[in-house]
């Protein structure tokens, strides 16, 4: 069973990401403090993180900046998925290592969750 981790503290968003994701057979782990995450990937290992970019705390640009320095998450796809928009916002997280830069408005959630089931079978 592959697993997901959604970082986000959205509680609709993980809620509704993660509970479409669990119903198509993944394991999802959820985590809304950012600062949770880097024990979360090393315990646990995900085939895949999606990631917000607006949270309290560390951001995302801090939390992939962190991933980058730890070399804690090699090999595994980054996903960030954001409300921010802007081509300076998608160079920027693709160069802090990120695969991939989602709008949340450019997609509904059946449009999300099979680019996520793409996504993974792809890492095969």
Request: with cysteine.
């Amino acid at each position: 069973m592959k697993k997901i981790l959604i970082i986000d503290d959205d509680t609709n968003v993980r809620d509704l990401v993660g509970g479409v994701l669990e119903k198509e057979g993944y394991k999802v782990l959820l985590v809304k403090e950012s600062r949770e995450c880097f024990d979360v990937i090393v315990k646990n290992k995900p085939d895949l993180i999606l990631l917000d970019l607006i949270m309290p705390g560390l951001d995302g640009f801090m939390v992939l900046e962190e991933l980058k320095k730890r070399q804690i998450a090699v090999g595994i796809p980054i996903v960030v998925l954001t409300a921010l928009s802007g081509d300076f916002n998608a160079q920027k997280v693709l160069d802090l290592g990120a695969e991939e830069f989602w709008v949340k408005s450019d997609y509904d959630l059946g449009q999300i969750v099979d680019k996520i089931k793409a996504k993974l079978a792809d890492k095969k």
